[in-house]
């Protein structure tokens, strides 16, 4: 079997590393770069540190800050619109997923042109591209070192998965100092995001070794913890290596794909405007019970490694061990259902076949142990509503 490792080429980790931006940029052979980010995080300074930080370096900067949760195709013209006023040849993507995401449909664009919907899955984009250096300020979603990007069709409101090398930014900076505010929902929705890259690239279909040995190491992380980073917000250890387990669940699943989660996490954003993360946690228990039966030895061996089974467990028993830990942890961390925030079940029922069809045409679900039907898909979105 042979198989390709594609990650940025250079990946800085540490407190205080997103103070040395600059540099990193300037090894772009870039000078004008466009900050893509979010209002939030202009308000609380952090942008304005980075845009700080790029200027000491020489870089003529202009920041964007019209990001939004979920982007979508509408989205991305404002973004396009400001990389032409500022004349950008770089990009700084500053923020979580929805940032990053922004920032790497608007680098593919603002080269290639058209529109995101002739780059969906499995369309592979290999480039060319304004040069990305991204900077997450979450530690769930990976995008900084991902060949993905996520954008919603503003026509139809599918989310689509948009693939491949052209996507990868060309440097990241994980700087665990910037998740230390994050209060305790987004911290335990990405959290629980990025237990389900883990466990998704571990036992999907495309896993690979190099992959295995992400994601298991982002598996130990996130058990030790989660749950510590969930309970206190300032307790920096557990920050840090929440923040390094979430880059190693990326390089993970950006190397393995993920699959049936995923699959139908998406629709949910598109449809019901559910953030990915917690899109993902809604699902994630109830769909590995679902997929165990089709790889026991690989769940086992993610139960074991998160810390909830151990050698004395047959596989059997430490895969049902791996999908109670699963419904408890959503338990703790106060995952809603559906339901629970709100969606009336005539919206849902009404939406459950088109979020069904959409979730298989992403392509994800072929990657899982167990391969589902369209029923079944139905009925999985069903039994999680309440």
């Known amino acids: 079997m042979s198989y390709d ?13 997103v103070d040395g ?21 202009v308000s609380v300074g952090v942008a304005g540190r980075v845009a700080d930080a790029l200027r000491r370096a020489g870089a003529h900067v202009a920041v964007f800050d019209g990001t939004i949760p979920d982007p979508t195709s509408d989205s991305l013209e404002a973004g396009l619109a400001a990389i032409r006023a500022h004349d950008a040849d770089s990009i700084v993507a500053l923020g979580g997923g929805s940032p990053i995401d922004t920032a790497k449909a608007l680098s593919a664009l603002a080269v290639r042109g058209g529109g995101m919907r002739e780059l969906k899955a499995p369309f592979q984009f290999v480039g060319p591209a304004l040069p990305v250096v991204a900077v997450p300020t979450t530690a769930g979603t990976g995008s900084e070192v991902t060949q993905f990007t996520i954008i919603t069709d503003s026509a139809t409101n ?31 929705d990405t959290g629980i995001d990025a237990l389900t890259h883990a466990i998704e690239a571990y036992v999907s279909r495309k896993a690979n070794p190099v992959s295995d040995t992400y994601a298991l190491a982002a598996i130990e992380r996130i058990g030790r913890f989660l749950r510590r980073a969930y309970a206190d917000g300032t307790d920096v250890e557990a920050r840090e290596q929440m ?19 995923h699959g139908m996490s998406r629709p949910l954003g598109g449809h019901f405007g559910i953030a990915h ?15 165990v039966e089709a790889a026991i030895e690989r769940y086992a061996t993610c139960a074991r490694t998160l810390g909830v089974a151990d050698a004395s467990h047959s596989d059997a028993d430490a895969a049902e061990r791996l999908v109670a830990e699963l419904r ?11 339901a629970g925030r709100g969606i009336e079940r005539a919206a849902w029922d009404a939406l459950v076949p088109v979020m069904a069809q959409q979730a298989l045409a992403s392509g994800s ?11 079944q898909v139905e009925q999985l979105y069903q039994a999680i509503y309440a």
């Open 277 to 291: 993360g917690m899109a993902n946690a809604m699902l994630f228990a109830e769909l590995t019970a679902f997929s």
């Open 158 to 188: 599918e989310k689509m998965l948009c693939a491949g090398p052209g996507y990868l930014a060309k440097a990241a900076v994980i700087d665990y100092e910037l998740t230390v505010s994050m209060p305790p929902r987004l911290t335990a």
């Open 365 to 375: 679900p072929s990657n899982n142990p167990r391969v589902p039907t369209a029923e």
């Open 5 to 17: 490792i594609q990650t940025p080429p250079v990946l800085r980790f540490g407190a205080g590393s």
């Open 328 to 338: 408890l942890l959503a338990g703790e961390l106060e995952v809603p259902t559906p």
């Open 21 to 41: 931006i600059g540099e990193l940029l300037a090894a772009q052979g870039a000078s004008q770069p466009l900050v893509v980010t979010d209002r939030f995080l």
């Open 243 to 261: 923040m390094l387990a979430s880059t190693l669940a990326g390089l993970a699943f950006s190397n393995a794909s993920v699959a049936l989660v």
